[in-house]
């Protein structure tokens, strides 16, 4: 007997497919009882994920995709290297001449992964009220994840620029020097935000791209994940219908996995929903066609204004000038400290 079917997931689109190994004769003492034995093939693990880029300086910057691992029956090549996770942290300015009266801003850098929403919340928790700008440059990752950290911007109406932060003295990757906040310069020049990152930018109240900044998009990958899931299953038959009484899970292992650049049509739903709530248009969508994952089609200014994925073309440095606290009516993010 085979079936299947689809159900959401955290992480993008669960689809399940089953078939039924040997039955084991009823013992005598069981009568109408049967125990069952079955290979449920079930967790079919859909991840969405729009590839890792990584940014090169040359001549201003490009940036190109990582390849996805090459794998053959006979040779497997090396794993490419991978982006460091997102790290998140709130960042006053260190220009000390804005004291006590300085801006701050939310630092968003890294590849984005099924747990940054979690380290975006703490950031956002640390905030509190105040409504910082988030700044971001990234490779992208994990869709989902986008989405999701999407949600949290326009829940709270925080502006999104591309750009990238210089912290003075401790960055937030050092393990030994971890301030609540963090001291730094933001810069727009050779900041990107490739693949599932404009998803993020998308979100902004204002979505600011500078010179020598960049958006870039490609293919969505969906990588799906198999694994064979054994069960015992207890059941009786009543008047001819089925009725189970246990499922017990005997053994589950790893079974084939593959990777496709089909986007489902419940993930193109989603995807549209998104965006019309951020209020950018949905042929964004088909501008990810351009570019395979292993590449980037970078967004001409045109398409990233018709599309209203930006909103105005001004550096990330404009929402954290220290100019913006100095007048009889501070910004939102410029924060006093005693």
């Known amino acids: 007997m085979r079936g299947a079917r689809a159900k959401p997931s955290a992480t993008g689109v669960v689809l399940g497919a089953s078939y039924f190994g040997v039955n084991r004769p009823p013992r005598a003492a069981e009568k109408c009882h049967l125990d069952r034995l079955f290979i449920l093939r079930d967790t079919v693990r859909m991840i969405v994920a729009l590839g890792v880029a990584r940014r090169l300086a040359l001549a201003g910057f490009l940036l190109t995709a990582l390849a996805l691992t090459a794998t053959s029956a006979t040779k497997k090549k090396a794993a490419p290297p991978v982006d460091p996770p997102m790290t998140v942290v709130v960042v006053r300015?260190?220009?000390?001449?804005?004291?006590?009266?300085?801006?701050?801003?939310?630092?968003?850098?890294?590849?984005?992964?099924?747990?940054?929403?979690?380290?975006?919340?703490?950031?956002?928790?640390?905030?509190?009220?105040?409504?910082?700008?988030?700044?971001?440059?990234?490779?992208?990752?994990?869709?989902?994840?986008?989405?999701?950290?999407?949600?949290?911007?326009?829940?709270?109406?925080?502006?999104?620029a591309v750009g990238w932060t210089v912290f003075s003295g401790c960055e937030p990757r050092q393990k030994d020097c971890k301030p609540a906040v963090y001291k730094g310069t933001v810069y727009t020049y050779g900041s990107y935000c490739?693949?599932?990152?404009?998803?993020?930018?998308?979100?902004?109240?204002?979505?600011?791209?500078?010179?020598?900044?960049?958006?870039?998009?490609?293919?969505?990958?969906?990588?799906?994940?198999?694994?064979?899931?054994?069960?015992?299953?207890?059941?009786?038959?009543?008047?001819?219908?089925?009725?189970?009484?246990?499922?017990?899970?005997?053994?589950?292992?790893?079974?084939?996995?593959?990777?496709?650049?089909?986007?489902?049509?419940?993930?193109?739903?989603?995807?549209?929903?998104?965006?019309?709530?951020m209020g950018v248009g949905v042929e964004l969508i088909g501008l990810f066609d351009k570019a395979p994952p292993t590449s980037i089609y970078m967004l001409t200014p045109e398409e990233a204004a018709s599309t209203k994925l930006v909103t105005a073309f001004s550096s990330a440095a404009s929402l954290v000038g220290t100019y913006l606290c100095s007048g009889p009516t501070p910004a939102d993010n410029c924060v006093t400290q005693p």
């Open 93 to 160: 300015s260190s220009i000390p001449s804005c004291e006590p009266d300085c801006p701050q801003w939310i630092s968003a850098q890294g590849r984005i992964t099924a747990n940054s929403p979690a380290v975006f919340k703490k950031a956002l928790k640390l905030a509190g009220k105040k409504r910082l700008p988030v700044i971001i440059t990234s490779p992208g990752g994990d869709v989902d994840a986008a989405l999701a950290i999407g949600n949290l911007i326009r829940a709270r109406k925080l502006d999104v």
């Open 194 to 277: 490739a693949s599932a990152c404009p998803f993020i930018l998308a979100a902004g109240q204002q979505r600011l791209l500078g010179w020598g900044a960049m958006v870039g998009v490609h293919k969505i990958s969906t990588t799906m994940i198999q694994d064979r899931s054994l069960y015992r299953e207890k059941y009786i038959i009543v008047k001819g219908k089925k009725k189970v009484l246990s499922r017990t899970l005997v053994s589950r292992k790893p079974a084939k996995s593959y990777v496709t650049t089909k986007l489902a049509k419940s993930n193109r739903r989603k995807l549209t929903a998104y965006l019309k709530t």
